[in-house]
């Protein structure tokens, strides 16, 4: 049975854990050859080539994709996923988490596009999914730095969008809801109340629970795949229906 992926390598940032291993594995079950660089690749499964490397850190980025793209043998998808959380008001964070969140949630991938464009302007199906957040286009409490970090994603991915567009390299970014991941958990166990937070987490999307890491990796892969060869520029939302719906109490 062929899949959609047969042929074609990517390149998940972040793909050791979370919302970019299940991305990863989902690429690679569908037949891409794929690449994850991230901080720490231990027990990555295989076939997923594990590469070490730092978004913030220009050097090894460069080293990470040309190493991703030897191994490879070509780069055809990037999935920019990388990316940390903050929590507070804009009083909360200082310059130097500002600083931080910024490099890795925006710069990070400039460093990283910047790098892979030359190898995915030579391929006949290329695209670039970003990893943005329900966060870009929605007032959320207590998340004010990482919002504007997801906000400059948002407007990165168009602006890439029409400047590569003539190049035959699509840029989507798919903008997830609440996601059940390591980072979301972590946070859970540090409330005051666990199970209330958690309750709190679920119910503020109108599915009543929050997003899991595949059915984020299922529209990443979309936008990836030439099911989408049309699409670019595009803003995914996959969140449980927070940004477009508002329903009525329930009784």
Same mark, same amino acid.
């Given at each position: 049975m062929t899949g959609e992926f047969d042929g074609l390598a990517a390149i998940v940032t972040g793909g050791a854990s979370g919302i970019g291993l299940a991305t990863a594995t989902f690429l690679s079950a569908r037949g891409a050859r794929v690449a994850c660089l991230d901080l720490n690749i231990d027990g =990555?499964? !295989?076939?997923?080539?594990?590469?070490?490397?730092?978004?913030? %850190?220009?050097?090894?980025?460069?080293?990470?994709? $040309? !190493? *991703?793209v030897e191994r490879l043998g070509q780069l055809d998808i990037l999935v920019n996923n990388a990316g940390i959380g903050a929590v507070g008001t804009v009083e909360d964070n200082s310059d130097e988490e500002w600083h931080r969140v910024l490099d890795v949630n925006v710069v990070g991938m400039a460093r990283v596009s910047r790098a892979a464009l030359p190898h995915l302007r030579r391929s006949e199906h290329a695209a670039i999914v970003n990893t943005?957040?329900? @966060?870009?286009?929605? +007032?959320?409490? %207590? #998340?004010?730095?990482?919002?504007?970090s997801k906000g400059a994603v948002q407007s990165l991915t168009a602006a890439m969008a029409a400047d590569h567009v003539r190049e035959g390299i699509r840029v989507?970014?798919?903008?997830? +809801?609440?996601?059940?991941?390591?980072?979301? #958990? #972590? =946070?859970? @166990? &540090?409330?005051? %109340?666990? %199970?209330? !937070?958690? @309750?709190?987490?679920? @119910?503020? &999307? /109108?599915?009543?629970?929050?997003?899991?890491?595949? !059915?984020?990796?299922a529209a990443i892969g979309? =936008? $990836?795949? /030439?099911? *989408?060869?049309?699409?670019?520029?595009?803003?995914?939302?996959?969140?449980? +229906?927070?940004?477009?719906?508002?329903?009525?109490p329930q009784n």
């Open positions: =990555l499964p !295989e076939p997923l080539i594990g590469i070490v490397a730092d978004v913030t %850190d220009d050097a090894t980025v460069r080293a990470g994709v $040309a !190493e *991703a943005c957040s329900i @966060a870009a286009h929605t +007032g959320l409490p %207590d #998340r004010a730095l990482y919002s504007a989507c970014c798919v903008n997830p +809801g609440t996601a059940d991941t390591p980072w979301i #958990r #972590r =946070l859970l @166990a &540090q409330a005051d %109340d666990p %199970d209330a !937070e958690l @309750a709190a987490l679920n @119910a503020r &999307q /109108p599915t009543g629970r929050m997003v899991s890491a595949d !059915e984020v990796a979309y =936008l $990836a795949s /030439p099911l *989408a060869s049309a699409t670019t520029g595009t803003v995914l939302s996959v969140d449980g +229906g927070m940004h477009g719906l508002r329903l009525r």
